[in-house]
């Protein structure tokens, strides 16, 4: 077997260097050196291999060289034209590698080869719309992405994982746990970026869902979940109270908040006025 792109190329540190790259904010560039950390992103991502990986801000690079060296074809999505020289260069040394100058949120990931996963330490400015857009589209179709695998910062990944009666619950855990298994793999520290954060990152993992208990528009459990927790601290049939009568049927009671009702009661209720009212 050949060396790999972690023995062969100048390590990540010289290779800022040698390109003349200095961290942005404003694109929020918080950049991994380390290929234990990066190495373990990839294990612990699971991608099967035959899987077309979607890295979105590789940056220089070395989270791409441990999905490369793994054996994945990577295509990657960067939108800071001073770093894509030297994603180039990594380009010439490995074809399975395809960099793309482009805003990953005007990206329609359904034209990269299937079945495709996400692998990415996303920029912390859009991790949260990139997320929520993918699952959109995983809404409309299960097999657009085999596996997400994401960094974000811990708060803010905790947020799609989170369970009934917790802070984090909300919006985002409604529409992850309804369309998939979501876990945190593994926190990571944040002296292990430069520059360094102010916040612990978290992995997080979204797997689609194959079937599903309930299948209301995504449009409803959107407008139902905005309605209920614009209005956190109230009762439930405070946000909702267009929708009361059907409390029953769904089995909510109208006396709790909107963080103490679990998604499939959420679901329930959607699908139950989607059934009532067709659109
Ligand atoms: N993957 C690298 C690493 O782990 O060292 C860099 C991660 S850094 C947190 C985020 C990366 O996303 C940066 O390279 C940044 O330029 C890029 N980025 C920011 N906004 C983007 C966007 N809308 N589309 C594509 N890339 C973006």
Redesign the pocket.
């Known amino acids: 077997m050949s060396a790999g792109l972690w023995e062969t190329l100048p390590s990540v540190r010289d290779m800022l260097a040698q390109y003349g790259i200095t961290p ?1 904010k404003k ?6 050196f380390d290929r234990n950390i ?1 190495d373990k992103i990839v294990r612990a991502a699971s991608v099967p291999v035959g899987t077309h990986v979607i ?10 060289r441990s999905l490369l060296d793994a054996g994945y074809d990577v295509t990657a ?4 034209r001073n ?1 894509f020289p030297l994603l180039e260069d990594m380009a010439k040394k490995e074809s399975r590698f395809h960099p793309v100058l ?4 005007k990206t329609d990931l359904a034209a990269i080869p299937a079945p495709r996963a996400v692998v ?7 991790g949260t719309n990139l997320v929520i857009g993918w699952l959109q589209k995983i809404h409309a179709d299960p097999s657009f992405m085999t596996s997400i695998t994401v ?1 974000l910062q811990k708060e803010v990944a905790e947020r799609f994982t989170a369970q009934p009666r917790t802070p984090e619950y909300g919006r985002a855990s409604i529409l992850a746990q309804w369309l998939c298994h979501a876990e945190i793999l593994f926190e990571v520290p944040k002296e292990v970026f430069f520059p360094q954060p102010k916040v612990t990152s978290a992995i997080l993992r979204l797997i689609p869902r194959k079937e599903r208990a309930y299948n209301p528009p995504l449009k409803l459990v959107e407008d139902i979940t905005r309605d209920a927790f614009n209005q956190r601290r109230k009762m439930i049939k405070a946000g909702l109270k267009n929708h009361v009568g059907y409390f029953e049927v769904a089995g909510i009671d109208a006396q709790l908040r909107p963080e103490a009702i679990p998604v499939d009661l959420y679901l329930k209720l959607a699908e139950t006025v989607s059934n009532d009212k067709p659109a």
């Open positions: 942005s694109f929020g560039q918080n950049f991994l990066t890295e979105v801000g590789p940056g220089p690079g070395a989270l791409t999505f960067e939108i800071d770093i482009q805003d990953a949120m990415a330490n996303l920029p912390y400015n859009v960094m």
